[in-house]
């Protein structure tokens, strides 16, 4: 009598049979074997004669090659292994196109958007052509020796190249691909149910070396996680950041079914949609034809975990006045609160909206704002410093502190700062959301970028403090951003370092918020990103009265700018006298 095989060899070889096929989106092929007849010999020998050095050009005779062989008719076992000889070029290609799209401002240039569309298809090529090898072999059966592996393979591979179209159209705040999210969920499910999702994969090419075992599991959780962080409210890159971060994570994620189970207030998603995961709120209707809850709590904790590390790292270099370089430790923590906050899932909105056409001025920047708010005074604080304790100044040394202060001006003088027109579509107290589509790509917009704004057919100009809280962008160089609101106003001052962080630097433009003016009803200053931190004791120049203050705690940080609450302390004690003082 023979012995029964083992349950999981029995589980990876019949249990997909009674699994449902996964709905993908592929082409209409003949069912004859196409002429030419292509081979891995013959593959490898046209990729071996292709202008590598020239990146475009072999991208487009690849998609070109890929599209024939997406749209003609193979074995499963034979496609694998075409598919598999064109991956290393592939990485190749995008990997090039993906650094040269990430580089460029937003929006595109045309050259930029034509290297992302060539990305894309790239990536939905190979997308599709292991999509066609799970449904040829999902449809097929009984399989073959060492089938269940091709399809295990084909389901990680696809699923990767689609999560890569995601992430490349989040960096550049494109729409998301059409049927990359249906598709996603479709293979994860399948393999789910055919147990193969926890299954690790041999993958030569992977998107960044970890330490853990690549599975369909790890790729489609790590796509949930980046969606639920809001990729379209990042900050440059920082989808890509936290791409590869949440590689070590993913498998805390948890799915459960949400059948009969209250979703509002939860993260949620319809395995059966084409659309990402989402905070389901009071104020949406949500209803699921095959939904689930993210349970990400286990997630959080490890975020939380990382947060405290960095964290106390940080709190130890800002007892130490003798630290303070650790810039990418600081950016690192910045980052990660915005992860945090991000996850905090609360997307009620605090005020009523109120629809809108009228014409908007914008600058945007720290520096644009401050000279538009000052009404384009010239910035000139060294010597509004000079002028301020001239009485202090020994008399034989004035003319050298003089032309020490005029060299530092100059260096703020010659700067010419635009705004660029916008239509608000609505508004509200807390924001607004404004478009463009006339001469977009000269506008260089970033999430996180300090603006100020005003309508200017309403005089005298009033202009609004406020950061881009979100961006989304298009192939026709359209686009839309919404507008956090700061302060109904500021005012503009410069700010030097005396003590802490940013000690030793000279004067930069920043924005003075008086608590009556402010949003949050906090008396705050805003300043470049990154110069100074928490502790740190700064000279606040009015052109006409110098104060010194402590920043005691951060209250929004972005990839451009800081905004510090403070306090007003004594002038500091410096470590050594001015060199042009009494």
């Not at 962080?501 to 008396?523: A, H, V």
Request: hydrophobic share 40%.
């Amino acid at each position: 009598m023979p012995e029964p095989k083992p349950t999981s060899e029995f589980d990876s070889t019949t249990m997909h049979y009674s699994v449902p096929t996964p709905i993908l989106n592929l082409p209409i092929q003949a069912n004859r074997r196409p002429k030419p007849y292509i081979r891995t010999k013959k593959l490898k020998r046209w990729i071996n004669d292709l202008p590598t050095a020239d990146c475009q050009r072999t991208a487009t005779q690849f998609i070109k090659q890929l599209g024939e062989l997406n749209n003609a008719h193979y074995p499963p076992q034979d496609r694998a292994c075409l598919m598999d000889n064109l991956r290393p070029l592939a990485q190749q290609l995008i990997n090039t196109l993906s650094q040269h799209v990430r580089k460029s401002h937003i929006p595109l240039n045309s050259r930029a958007l034509e290297r992302n569309q060539l990305l894309q298809n790239i990536l939905s090529g190979m997308a599709m052509g292991y999509k066609l090898v799970v449904n040829q072999l999902a449809i097929s059966r009984p399989h073959r020796e060492h089938d269940d592996m091709l399809l295990r393979e084909a389901l990680y591979f696809s699923s990767q190249y689609l999560a890569r179209q995601l992430l490349e159209a989040y960096l550049v705040y494109m729409p998301e691909p059409k049927n990359c999210w249906l598709e996603l969920h479709q293979l994860f499910q399948y393999a789910t149910e055919t147990a193969m999702a926890t299954l690790p994969v041999d993958d030569p090419f992977p998107d960044i070396s970890i330490p853990i075992a690549n599975t369909i599991s790890l790729i489609y959780k790590r796509i949930v996680l980046l969606s639920l962080a809001e990729p379209y409210h990042l900050m440059k890159n920082e989808a890509r950041e936290f791409y590869y971060l949440l590689s070590a994570w993913s498998n805390n994620c948890e799915l459960l079914p949400s059948s009969n189970m209250p979703c509002v207030g939860e993260f949620s998603l319809d395995a059966n949609a084409d659309n990402p995961p989402r905070f389901v709120s009071s104020e949406i209707e949500w209803v699921a034809k095959k939904g689930y809850l993210l349970d990400i709590s286990e997630v959080q904790k490890r975020l939380d975990t990382q947060l405290q590390r960095v964290l106390r790292a940080n709190f130890l270099e800002l007892e130490d006045d003798a630290n303070h370089s650790l810039m990418q430790q600081r950016c690192q923590r910045d980052m990660l609160l915005r992860l945090a906050d991000a996850w905090q899932g609360n997307l009620t909105r605090n005020g009523t909206r109120h629809s809108s056409d009228e014409n908007i001025e914008m600058a945007t920047g720290l520096n644009a704002g401050h000279h538009y708010i000052s009404l384009g005074r010239e910035f000139s604080p060294e010597q509004d410093e000079l002028r301020i304790i001239s009485d202090k100044i020994e008399p034989t040394t004035y003319a050298s502190a003089y032309h020490s202060a005029l060299q530092k001006d100059r260096l703020h003088h010659n700067h010419v700062y635009k705004t660029n027109p916008w239509w608000q579509r609505n508004f509200s107290r807390n924001g607004a959301a404004l478009n463009c589509s006339v001469n977009c790509p000269r506008l260089h917009t970033a999430v996180g970028e300090l603006v100020a704004y005003c309508e200017p057919e309403k005089l005298p100009l009033r202009w609004k403090v406020g950061a881009i809280r979100w961006l989304h962008s298009s192939l026709d160089n359209h686009l839309d951003l919404g507008i956090m609101n700061i302060a109904d106003s500021a005012v503009p001052v410069a700010s030097k370092a005396m003590a802490g962080c940013g000690e030793g630097t000279d004067y930069f433009r920043s924005l003075l918020i008086p608590k009556q003016i402010s949003l949050q009803q906090r008396r705050c200053l805003i300043v470049p990103a990154h110069v100074y931190d928490i502790n740190s004791v700064l000279m606040i120049n009015l052109r006409n009265k110098i104060f010194y203050l402590k920043l005691v705690r951060l209250l929004l940080c972005t990839q451009s700018f800081h905004q510090f609450e403070f306090e007003i302390v004594r002038k500091p004690v410096v470590s050594g006298e001015d060199l042009f003082t009494l």
